[in-house]
């Protein structure tokens, strides 16, 4: 049997939850660390946190996001939370996004911090078809789920509750703002700086004063 998923949470008896995936070689106390939940408690907000911790192993074989719904966010919609937003950085931003394209309606909003564009398997396919625009998957690349977002990212709805937040010397910055581009301009958030924890720290800050929780 596999081992059940461990969780960090912070828990104020509020009606959303936000579920947050660590990128790679992250642990939820990363979050903790960095002042992500203090940041929640700092302003007062009514949300409840479960930071995740995914194997590495367990992504690799396909077996994380269907533990993640079985186990985090059914749960949690049978205990009664209003929304559920899922949100994510790097590798933790891509499965965020992953999971809700493959699991239409079980979440209600999306926070992706400097999400992860896939690899270059993926992102090269795309830019030589001459773009997401131009792209048209194949049923052999619609057996990967990083394929799968980005054909959902050609037209996702637009009015599904999203916040796009990363730096703008993040090395991956160029796919980054390729998701970005994909919502309306005010879901699209840059900063000054680069793959690290002060700039996912000031972007999960803009996230948390946004209107996007009252969406």
């Known amino acids: 049997m596999s081992t059940p998923l461990r969780t960090l949470r912070q828990s104020c008896g509020a009606s959303n939850l936000m579920v947050l995936l660590p990128g790679a070689y992250m642990r939820p106390e990363d979050f903790a660390q960095a002042g992500f939940f203090a940041a929640v408690s700092q ?110 990212l050609q037209k996702p709805p637009p009015d599904f509750p999203v916040f796009v937040g990363y730096g703008s010397e993040d090395r991956f910055a160029a796919g980054m703002q390729q998701i970005a581009e ?10 000054p700086g680069d793959h690290d924890w002060p700039v996912w720290r000031l972007l999960w800050e803009r996230f948390l004063d946004s209107q996007s929780l009252s969406a």
């Open 43 to 152: 302003r007062g907000l009514a949300l409840d946190i479960a930071a995740v911790d995914l194997d590495f192993a367990a992504i690799s074989g396909g077996t994380a996001l269907p533990a993640l719904q079985a186990e985090i966010i059914e749960p949690a919609r049978r205990q009664g939370y209003q929304k559920i937003w899922l949100g994510g950085i790097s590798l933790g931003g891509l499965l965020a996004l992953c999971h809700h394209v493959d699991t239409p309606g079980s979440i209600d909003g999306l926070c992706l911090i400097a999400p992860y564009p896939g690899s270059r398997l993926t992102t090269n396919a795309i830019a030589r078809a001459g773009g997401l625009a131009n792209w048209q998957a194949t049923p052999e690349e619609l057996t990967d789920p990083e394929f799968r977002m980005w054909r959902w």
């Open 182 to 191: 994909c919502f309306p301009g005010a879901a699209r958030h840059a900063s």
